[in-house]
């Protein structure tokens, strides 16, 4: 996909950006949380997390590079696939979803 920011932003996601290690992110609303996505395509993502507020969610996509295990801040879910294919649901913190 040529125009993927543009693609995403049309599908809802806020603040898309391509990471350091190639994969597309962005943060999305959800019913009581703000999702930071990760490995972002056409058909949807690899992994994500929740965020109880949409302004720790962008911080948290701006400071991170898409490397390590987790992003910054002060996430309390992550679903998905992890960076090496495997599957991943965990809370952290209290459990607010």
């Given at each position: 996909m040529t125009d993927m920011?543009?693609?995403?932003?049309?599908?809802?996601?806020i603040h898309p950006i391509q990471l350091s290690t190639g994969e597309w992110a962005g943060v999305v609303k959800m019913l009581f949380t703000y999702d930071l996505c990760v490995g972002l395509n056409e058909t949807g993502y690899r992994c994500r997390w929740?965020?109880?507020?949409?302004?720790?969610?962008?911080?948290?996509?701006?400071?991170?590079?898409?490397?390590?295990?987790?992003?910054?801040?002060?996430w309390v879910k992550q679903k998905g696939t992890d960076s090496h294919g495997n599957g991943v649901d965990r809370n952290k913190g209290d459990p607010l979803v």
């Open positions: 920011p543009n693609f995403l932003r049309e599908q809802g996601y929740s965020y109880p507020a949409l302004s720790l969610a962008l911080l948290a996509i701006e400071l991170w590079d898409g490397h390590g295990d987790d992003p910054p801040g002060d």
